[in-house]
C-alpha cells in the first residue's frame, strides 16, 4: 500500500519569499503493521543481526516492579508508599511546609532502594533487558542518510523501557555493510515482564514519502518572522503549525514537529545535529489531519462532529455528533447546566483518534521520540529527545 500527503493548501515559500531558502525535505514513513522481512526496511520490524554478534541487551538502572525482601529492603518500601500517599494529600496544598522535606525523603528513599536492588538482585533480568528493534533502513530506499564509509544498512533498537531523563525507551543506533552479515541471528524476546508494553513497536512496513516542510513556529529565525506568520494567519482556514510547515508522524530528517520547545543538540565536538528520526505514538492530530492524513487513509476513515462549547457556570466541555447531527445549544444541558450558545464551535475530526494497524507505541502522553546524528564525526554519534504534552 502507498500513501500520498495531500498537497499544501497555501504555497509557504511564495507566500513569504524569505521561507524559500529554509525548504527542507522529510521522508514521511507512514508505517502500517504488516509481515516485513530482515532484508526490508521497516519500523519495528526484524533487523539482519550478524549471528556471531551477541543480541544486545541495556544495562541501565532500569525500573524494577519486584519487591525488595530483606527487613531492611521492605522497610524503605513501606515508608516510601507513606510518603508517597502524603505527597498526593499535599498535592493541591501548594508551599504547604512540610512538601519540601517529603520530597527530599522521596529522592533519598528511590536512591537507598535501587543501591539495595543491586544486592539482592545483583544477576536481575531488569539488569539487562533485551533490546528491541525499532527501526531498519536500507541505503537503496534512503539514499539521504548519512551512511559511514562501506555501510548501507542503518539499524536503531531501543531498550523498551523508561530510562531517565525523559523517562522514555532508550535507542542506539548501528551502521553496517550488510554484505557482511552472512548468517543471520534470531532476535532475543523482549523481557515482557520488565519491558513498558507501551515501548513495544509492532512490526510495521513502510511506505516513504518525501515532503517538503518549512520550520517548526519556534525555530523560524526570528520574531518578526512569527508576527508576519501570525499576522497572516489572521481569518485564514489554516494554521502554519498545524497545517502547513512540519509533518506530524514518524519520518526521516527535515524539521521537527517539536511538541515542546525547540532542542537542537551538537556533539561533544561542537557539531550541530541533524534529524534522523521521529518515532511518533500519533501520525496526525485531531487539527492537523486535514492537510497532513494521507488520501488512501483519508478515504478509509469515518469522521465525526466535535462540538466545543461553554456552560453557563464558565467550565469548557465538549462532545461528539454524526456528521449530520445538528447540535442544539437551545436544548442541550449538562447536569442540568445550559449551554451559552454564542460559545459553540464545531470541527470535524476523525471517529477514531487512536492508530490502530500502525506502530502501536505510547511515547509518554501520545509524545514523541526525536533522534539525531553527527553527520560530520566518523562514529555517528547520536543524540535523543522525548517530548509529550
Ligand atoms: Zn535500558
Ligand atoms: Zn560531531
Known sequence: M?????????????????????????????????????????LGGPVLWPAEEAWPVCSADHPDPRPLTSTRGRELQRRLKEVRARMYELSGAIGHPESSSLSREFTRLETDIRVLRRTEFADGPAMSLPMVPIAQFYARDFPELPFPEAADVCQILWCPTEHEPYYSPRPVVWWRDSA??????????????????????????????????????????????????????EGQDWSYGE?????????????????????????????????????ATAEWGNTSWRTWMPLEERARTDFV?????????????????GLGEHFDAAIHTIQGRAVVSESVQESVIPADSAHPDRLDLMIGDVGDLYLFVCPTCPDRPISVESQCS
Open 180 to 233: 557482511s552479515v552472512t548468517a543471520v541471528g534470531a532476535a532475543t524476546e523482549p523481557d515482557r515482564a520488565l519491558s513498558d508494553e507501551d515501548s513495544l513497536p509492532a512490526a510495521c512496513r513502510i511506505s516513504p514519502e518525501r515532503v517538503v516542510e518549512f520550520p517548526h513556529w519556534l525555530d523560524l529565525p526570528s520574531d518578526q518572522m512569527r508576527e508576519r506568520v501570525a499576522e497572516w494567519e
Open 243 to 279: 497545517h502547513l510547515s512540519t509533518a506530524p508522524g514518524s519520518k526521516i530528517g527535515g524539521w521537527i514537529n517539536w511538541v515542546q520547545d525547540p532542542r537542537w543538540p551538537e556533539c561533544d565536538r561542537g557539531h550541530r545535529m541533524d534529524h534522523l528520526l521521529t518515532v
Open 2 to 42: 502507498g500513501f500520498t500527503t495531500p498537497g499544501r493548501p497555501v504555497d509557504l515559500g511564495a507566500l513569504f519569499p524569505e521561507l524559500a531558502g529554509l525548504a527542507r525535505t522529510t521522508v514521511r514513513l507512514h508505517p502500517w503493521q504488516s509481515a516485513v522481512t530482515v532484508r526490508e526496511s521497516s
Open 305 to 321: 462532529k466535535q462540538v466545543r462549547f461553554e456552560l453557563a457556570d464558565g467550565c469548557t466541555t465538549s462532545t461528539t455528533i
